[in-house]
């Protein structure tokens, strides 16, 4: 099939191509393919659309969140295939993969073709003018010919280590616990699986739907991410082992049936309960931890405020807050509380510490352990997606059903995605949101333990690490599940807001991480350091970003300036008599 694989873009190949896909031989079978729903399906897209439109097949994509889980494809004799990518079961690079899975042959370098005036118009169109959007090692070719052997031959490499991979990791998969990986296209699907097999109670998880959803999302702002202090030296960043696994192995969680409630619910004991609340710093704190979502002058940004204001709290949140907050609870709902992960984390876990990290089974456990909270909050899929030509998109309008998107493909007809009202979410799609809310609210109330202390200063802090200035005690360090590793020992710090930071370490490298920026290691330190001064109009970087067109079948790379400055957006920064940036203060909000 390689050759067919090789030239499916071509019109004439194409349906030879499912032709011989779509036979007995292959019924049911799974195809992967790594990094399908943000590269491969772009271009797929339209010749997808002209395949249902034929007569012939019928081709059914489902998509989430802006990424293709899988496509059906099947022929009008009931022959199917489903596409599936690879990258939502196991999310690395196919090198990183075909190392830790140790293939016969690791993945290759990516053969690019470079411009030149020997190129005929044709293979010009092959051409890259510049190779600098690449961020990984590859291998520059100027001939066209060698070209086009050295891309061939890196395809079938591809696949021959793809299909390596997927077939280890379903055997590995099935002999532990007994499933099969081509029925779950993503690690937390799969999770969720292996979960409800051998480890969820009969009746156990309470079904958040309508209203209920709705008020509970609220809750669900995720991990906590500061900059408190924006320059020091002599730092240590510490990082939690494992923290969503080690909270959900350590606590109660809310089960059984929901019931609503008004009033005082912590004259109850024994309930979980997620409510409505009025709630007031009792002073201004240094590093306010209850966080909610508010409204700033740069859009709508989670933020951990003094003042007063109301929001949706958790019963952990609320007992761990009772000392620096004033907190008057007016509605919502309240659960049986019970142990439901315990046995599933310590199984991964033990199991993965069987194993060195250079297994795959090392790898699989970690990503098992940390993608199952989120299926719990996942908001399931209500609509239908499907290919259709102009005639049909006509008489789905005349049934008044609600289009929520549409992608015009040209003469290749529609794709649309629209409210199905005989839609019903399967046993697979029903949700839980209290219980991943949960989960990272355990998270919060963990971290703010290392937040109000006179043990160190605090300069900044992500969903599970901190930036301190002097060591942690031994007993909260160590390999252990909960304990914190030390990830850096840095000699110059420079913090600039959320997810953006530099770091220079004692062995003179230097690390910058900038939200949104790919290239960030290529800024100097000294112009990091820069923006610390209130006068600095900040950095115009340049760097490439990628654009996907469904519609076009494309996939621009344009150059993007990106304007770094620090940030205010969650705290005030504060000056000193030069200028230059020293502290920062928590934003105050009032409740009106």
Not at 74 to 100: E, F, H, M
Not at 123 to 147: C, D, T
Not at 446 to 466: A, E, G, P, R, V
């Amino acid at each position: 099939l390689t050759p067919l694989l090789f030239l499916m873009f071509i019109d004439m190949i194409l349906p030879s191509l499912f032709t011989a896909l779509l036979t007995r031989k292959y019924r049911g079978y799974t195809v992967y393919a790594h990094n399908l729903s943000r590269f491969d399906v772009i271009f797929l897209f339209k010749y997808l659309s002209k395949l249902h439109n034929s007569g012939q097949y019928t081709v059914s994509p489902l998509i989430k969140d802006g990424n293709i889980i899988s496509i059906n494809i099947k022929n009008n004799s009931g022959v199917n295939i489903n596409i599936k990518d690879s990258y939502l079961l196991l999310t690395q690079s196919l090198l990183k993969l075909s190392k830790t899975f140790t293939c016969t042959n690791l993945k290759g370098l990516e053969p690019v073709l470079m411009y030149s005036d020997d190129l005929t118009l044709q293979q010009k169109y092959y051409a890259n003018m510049s190779a600098s959007h690449y961020n990984k090692e590859i291998k520059l070719v100027y001939n066209f010919k060698e070209w086009k052997k050295l891309i061939q031959e890196y395809c079938e490499l591809d696949c021959v280590v793809l299909h390596e991979i997927m077939c280890e990791f379903k055997e590995l998969v099935h002999d532990k616990w007994r499933i099969n990986i081509e029925d779950y296209p993503t690690t937390s699907s799969l999770s969720f699986a292996i979960y409800r097999q051998h480890y969820l109670p009969v009746n156990t998880v309470p079904i958040t739907s309508s209203d209920v959803f709705k008020f509970i999302k609220r809750s669900y702002t995720g991990g906590s991410t500061d900059m408190y202090i924006p320059t020091g030296k002599n730092l240590f960043c510490y990082d939690v082992n494992s923290l969503y696994p080690f909270v959900m192995l350590s606590h109660k969680y809310p089960i059984g049936q929901i019931c609503e409630f008004s009033g005082d619910i912590t004259l109850l004991k024994d309930k979980y309960w997620i409510a409505e609340a009025s709630v007031r710093t009792k002073r201004d704190l240094r590093h306010p931890y209850l966080q909610i979502h508010h409204k700033t002058g740069a859009g709508l940004r989670t933020v951990s405020p003094n003042g007063c204001f109301n929001m949706v709290i958790h019963c952990s949140e609320y007992v761990n807050a009772l000392k620096d907050y004033d907190i008057t609870i007016q509605n919502g709902y309240y659960f049986e509380e019970g142990d439901i992960f315990s046995k599933f984390v310590l199984d991964l876990y033990t199991l993965r510490k069987t194993y060195d990290k250079s297994h795959p089974l090392n790898l699989t456990c970690k990503l098992l352990m940390n993608s199952l909270y989120g299926r719990f909050g996942m908001k399931p899929i209500t609509t239908t997606q499907a290919f259709m030509n102009k005639r049909q998109f006509d008489q789905l309008l005349q049934k008044n059903c609600v289009v929520n998107d549409f992608v015009d493909l040209g003469e290749n007809g529609l794709f649309v995605t629209y409210e199905n009202p005989f839609n019903k979410i399967s046993d697979d799609h029903k949700v839980s949101v209290g219980i991943a809310s949960s989960v990272t609210a355990f998270s919060r109330v963990h971290m703010s333990k290392f937040k109000n202390t006179h043990d160190f200063n605090l300069y900044y802090s992500d969903t599970d690490s901190i930036f301190i200035d002097k060591e942690l005690d031994n007993k909260d360090v160590g390999t252990e599940i909960g304990q914190f590793k030390l990830e850096y020992q840095i000699k110059e710090g420079i913090f600039l807001g959320p997810k953006i930071y530099a770091l220079l370490q004692e062995n003179g490298s230097t690390i910058i991480k900038i939200k949104g920026f790919k290239n960030s290691m290529d800024i100097d330190f000294k112009d990091f350091k820069s923006l610390l001064h209130r006068e600095s109009s900040g950095l115009d970087l340049t760097h490439q970003k990628w654009f996907r067109s469904l519609n076009n079948e494309s996939i621009y790379i344009k150059d993007q300036i990106y304007h770094l400055i620090a940030t205010e957006n969650k705290r005030k920064i504060i000056y000193d008599d030069k200028g230059i940036a020293t502290n920062t203060m928590a934003i105050h909000v009032s409740d009106n």
